[in-house]
């Protein structure tokens, strides 16, 4: 298990963002942070810079897996995990205690945000193909920034949470997960 300190840009206000301003993370579509958490931990945990992430499709295109590789073996294992089904199969192997990986990107609506039913949909109620690779180009076609590098998150960091390595860093943005011991309430969810 290892802690991931993640940008905490929830604190801006949009009123400072000017059109210019607007960023995206490292990867393909708006889904979520997996890849530039995947490039971060490589750099600081094993020292390598993975400059492009390889989504290997599992059981279905909505559950990927990225692995790095040092020496021949296996140190990060992440998953992309999209939709109920998935969801529901990814704690049935967390209960068995077969899910191999390090970080999971959980998202509801099969094929990521950008498919969610908050988007637009032809008459039939199915999602629009065409209005859907429209949104992705748009997407790709914002600036990359780290999150690190922005300005407003480095004077959050600086001003509210005393630095980057700070108590209130730790106590704030990190987590750690234990086991918990299974109950026999009536209240418990079944997959």
Same mark, same amino acid.
Not at 21 to 40: A, C, M, P, T
């Given at each position: 298990n290892f802690g991931v300190d993640l940008p905490f840009c929830c604190f801006l206000r949009f009123a400072d +963002? *000017?059109?210019?301003?607007?960023?995206?993370? #490292?990867?393909?579509?708006? #889904?979520? %942070?997996?890849?530039? +958490?995947f490039k971060h931990a490589a750099k600081e945990l094993f020292g390598m810079d993975v400059k492009e992430i390889t989504y290997k499709a599992l059981k279905n295109k909505d559950f990927q897996e990225v692995t790095l590789e040092k020496d021949g073996e296996t140190v990060l294992r992440f998953a992309a995990a999209y939709g109920f089904r998935n969801i529901q199969n990814m704690v049935l192997k967390l209960k $068995?205690? *077969?899910?191999?990986?390090?970080?999971?990107?959980?998202? &509801?609506?099969?094929?990521?945000?950008?498919?969610? $039913?908050?988007? =637009?949909? /032809?008459? #039939?109620? *199915?999602?629009?193909? =065409?209005?859907? /690779?429209?949104?992705?180009?748009? %997407? &790709? &076609?914002?600036?990359?920034?780290?999150?690190?590098t922005n300005l407003h998150v480095q004077k959050v960091y600086q001003d509210w949470l005393e630095g980057m390595d700070s108590k209130k860093v730790q106590e704030t943005l990190h987590t750690t997960y234990s086991a918990v011991n299974q109950t026999t309430s009536s209240l418990d969810i079944k997959w």
């Amino acid at each position: 298990n290892f802690g991931v300190d993640l940008p905490f840009c929830c604190f801006l206000r949009f009123a400072d +963002i *000017k059109e210019g301003d607007v960023v995206r993370h #490292d990867g393909k579509r708006s #889904d979520g %942070y997996l890849e530039h +958490i995947f490039k971060h931990a490589a750099k600081e945990l094993f020292g390598m810079d993975v400059k492009e992430i390889t989504y290997k499709a599992l059981k279905n295109k909505d559950f990927q897996e990225v692995t790095l590789e040092k020496d021949g073996e296996t140190v990060l294992r992440f998953a992309a995990a999209y939709g109920f089904r998935n969801i529901q199969n990814m704690v049935l192997k967390l209960k $068995k205690g *077969k899910f191999l990986y390090h970080f999971v990107e959980v998202l &509801a609506c099969p094929g990521g945000c950008l498919n969610g $039913k908050g988007q =637009a949909q /032809t008459e #039939d109620g *199915k999602p629009d193909r =065409a209005l859907l /690779t429209q949104m992705e180009e748009v %997407y &790709a &076609a914002i600036p990359v920034r780290l999150p690190e590098t922005n300005l407003h998150v480095q004077k959050v960091y600086q001003d509210w949470l005393e630095g980057m390595d700070s108590k209130k860093v730790q106590e704030t943005l990190h987590t750690t997960y234990s086991a918990v011991n299974q109950t026999t309430s009536s209240l418990d969810i079944k997959w």
